[in-house]
């Protein structure tokens, strides 16, 4: 590389600050306390972001293959929502869905109503879908971000780019620049995308402004994740970091445009999270571009956050010092499965609770859903399993919801073992009595094990808060079982990722794709109906959404079979290539 070769002049050498981030030693004269101011104009100056472009074309030449799978994949997904909904939905179903829309429940998993009285397509397509867009783009920055930076540090690159003529931030400038790239062309891609929709939306400023502020939601995550990877030495906890951060962002403008609707004095929570102030804008209603303004102020300060907490940590440490680990492990340490769990029980714990959280409150509007049925579209009853059912109905299709935001843990857990690979971690544990088998075997069954019991605690959660609502605490144990049931199709998952993980680790991401696809023909294709051929090829459409539904046994047993056979052939390719670090 380049960088490396340049290594003289430039004076910016990794003695002089550029390695370790510690505070400068006190000058002792005139002519060092000069230096010292140099130094320090070296940290937050020009000098800092020396080598910045060519580093950034290195970054856009290393995510020459993952840049535009992620912009096109979610303009495509854009233009398939305006599409999809101007073809099947008439004026008289979208004003149906439009009352609909104002149960709590709906404004909670989509936001704010705009525009009810007078229900077009544009508007049905940025109030209802518009979050998910919103959602997919920040998990792309912080990816992006967090990929960039402190996994290139792990990885030992970090060092070597530090090594040539780089300043000290440049590589989290880079990083940050190239997301913010990412995001330009994710919101024009969705512009065009949606603009020669048959959605036909009018006027093309609306359509700009709901195109940029899904990618400036985009851009302030990545500020965010630039914050996480100062605070922490490690990329899976900065990405859960963030992570948090996005989940709580979602639970406060639910809460807050939920008591909206509700008349509640909870609104202002809305207006505490960056996904609300996009959703604040009401392209096609209001067109208000103001609320970008706070998202453009929080981008700033975050931005400037990052390079201060930057400048004062050491190159592979994090502001949230590490605690230093026994000097002799348990016993029960010496066991690779022991192991695989004590590397994953944190992550777990978290989302535990988020699910258990999660789960009550979403079980807690079963009798909104119950009392609110008569005003439903016929589109959502029959999606619900008809009015008689509407209760049972509702949670069935919750179970299905849990298990599509349990899948993204799944394939979150399962790629912790390709981050151990690439960090120098699994070459230890193999040197001992470990075999590939035994270690491969061991992050699966805790990977597996660990899927089923959010779905327990999500489903738990559910039918508490639904039994309270009711009154009815027979629905307590049916709502667990339904939860539970839909674990299957997850192991199925995660069986397809460690195949990948076992012959091809760099396409693990590939598990994203199918993800994404069966969640989207899971939550919208019955209402865009779809033919079942295509339904069917949805992992989540096959179990049966219980207590609604009854459970098919035989779907069970194909995915306990096929998770098997993947996991095997995946073991099989990982004893035979070499490992990353090799």
């Known amino acids: 590389m380049n960088l490396l070769a340049a290594h003289t002049e430039d004076g910016d050498r990794p003695d002089s600050g550029s390695v370790r981030g510690g505070a400068a030693a006190a000058p002792r004269s005139g ?14 100056g020009a000098g800092s972001l020396t080598g910045l472009g060519h580093l950034l074309r290195f970054m856009l030449r290393r995510d020459r293959l993952w840049l535009p799978i992620w912009v096109l994949s979610l303009a495509a997904l854009t233009a398939y929502f305006a599409n999809a909904i101007a073809v099947v939905m008439d004026a008289e179903s979208l004003q149906a869905m439009a009352v609909f829309a104002k149960n709590p429940v709906m404004v909670l998993i989509t936001g704010p109503e705009f525009g009810d009285d007078a229900m077009t397509v544009p508007r049905f397509v940025v109030g209802k879908y518009g979050v998910f867009l919103m959602i997919g783009a920040a998990l792309m920055s912080i990816l992006t971000v967090s990929r960039h930076t402190r996994a290139e540090v792990e990885t030992g690159r970090a060092e070597l780019i530090r090594a040539g003529v780089t300043g000290r931030h440049t590589q989290l400038i880079a990083a940050l620049l190239l997301t913010v ?14 603009q020669f929709s048959q959605a036909e939306p009018d006027p093309l ?49 639910g809460i807050g445009d939920m008591s909206d609707v509700s008349g ?57 010092a590490e605690r230093l680990g026994r000097a002799h492990a348990r016993r029960g340490l010496s066991t690779p499965l022991r192991l695989a769990l004590r590397l994953q029980s944190t992550n777990l714990a978290w989302w535990s609770v988020s699910m258990l959280v999660m789960g009550a409150v979403f079980g807690s509007f079963t009798g909104a859903m119950d009392a609110d049925a008569a005003a439903m579209p016929p589109e959502i009853i029959a999606i619900m399993g008809g009015r008689a059912g509407i209760v049972d109905g509702y949670l069935g299709y ?35 009595a470990v075999s590939r088998t035994g270690w491969l075997a061991s992050w699966a069954v805790v990977t597996l094990f660990g899927a089923s019991w959010l779905m327990a605690v999500a489903g738990f959660g559910e039918g508490l808060g639904a039994a309270v609502s009711m009154d009815d605490w027979s629905l307590l144990w049916p709502t667990v079982l339904g ?47 779809l033919d079942d051929a295509v339904l069917d090829l949805s992992l989540f459409t096959h179990i049966g959404q219980y207590p609604a539904q009854d459970l098919s046994a035989e779907a069970v047993l194909w995915f ?23």
């Open 483 to 529: 939860h539970l049931a839909q674990a299957p199709a997850l192991w199925a998952l995660l069986g397809f990722a460690y195949l990948l993980y076992g012959f091809a680790p760099r396409l693990m991401s590939l598990s994203w794709v199918v993800f994404a696809a069966s969640a989207v023909l899971a939550l919208f294709g019955q209402l865009l109906k």
């Open 398 to 432: 919750m179970a299905l919801y849990f298990a599509i935001i349990v899948a993204a843990y799944a394939i979150i857990a399962a790629g912790g073992l390709r981050t151990e690979e690439t960090a120098f971690h699994t070459e230890p544990v193999l040197a001992t």
């Open 31 to 44: 002519r060092h306390h000069g230096a010292h101011e140099r130094e320090r104009g070296g940290r937050l």
């Open 264 to 320: 509640g004095g909870l609104a202002w929570l809305s207006w505490l999270s960056p996904l609300g102030w996009s959703q604040q804008t009401a392209a096609f209603t209001l067109d208000r571009w103001w609320p970008l303004l706070y998202s453009a102020g929080l981008f700033a300060v975050l931005v400037v956050a990052a390079l201060l907490l930057q400048s004062r940590r050491d190159l592979g440490a994090g502001i949230v």
């Open 181 to 194: 790239i990412m995001n330009v062309l994710l919101s024009a891609g969705m512009a065009a995308a949606f």
């Open 205 to 253: 400023t609306s359509t700009l402004l709901f195109a940029v502020s899904v990618g400036v939601v985009g851009c302030v995550f990545a500020a965010i994740t630039a914050v996480t990877v100062q605070l922490s030495a490690f990329a899976r906890a900065a990405s859960s970091m963030a992570g948090a951060v996005l989940g709580l962002s979602f639970v406060l403008r």
């Open 560 to 582: 306990v079979g096929i998770t098997a056979v993947l996991i095997a052939v995946g073991m099989i390719g990982f004893r035979r290539r070499d490992l990353a670090t090799a």
